[in-house]
């Protein structure tokens, strides 16, 4: 079983930027895709971004677009979500998971069986 950790959640004001870190202790993260999601409260969760392993390729929602970014760190066995220019509805717990059976990039969550346990952001002045 792989257990993902997520950190660097947190306190931030509109317009501001966070990064959020996941790794994965005692596995290497190299299934095809990671993905980062994101869930706020009463809402489902949401696919924002994903990285092919393969070819370091990334997918964004619309949503977010231009204002986040994936990207790894392969020596840390890390991946990143750095969250620039934060608005007032991306307040959310955010999630990355990934699964050796997800061949392709989903975003749809029910795919994927790793999963993290979340880290909070919040967006307030």
């Known amino acids: 079983q792989v257990q993902l950790v997520e950190s660097g959640g947190g306190l931030v004001q509109p317009g501001g930027s966070l990064r959020l870190s996941c790794t994965a202790p005692?596995?290497?993260?190299?299934?095809?895709?990671e993905g980062w999601f994101r869930q706020a409260p009463g809402k489902e969760r949401e696919g924002v971004a994903f990285?092919?392993?393969?070819?370091?390729?990334?997918y964004y929602a619309d949503s977010v677009k231009g204002r986040f970014t994936i990207s790894r760190d392969n020596a840390k066995n890390t991946i990143y979500l750095q969250r620039n220019s934060l608005k007032p509805d991306d307040p959310a717990v955010y999630y990355c998971?990934?699964?050796?059976?997800?061949?392709?990039?989903?975003?749809?969550?029910?795919?994927?069986?790793?999963w993290g346990q979340g880290t909070q952001v919040t967006v307030s002045s």
């Open positions: 998971a990934t699964d050796p059976r997800v061949r392709y990039v989903s975003f749809d969550p029910s795919e994927y069986n790793y």
């Open positions: 990285m092919a392993t393969s070819d370091g390729s990334t």
């Open positions: 005692g596995f290497t993260l190299n299934y095809y895709v």
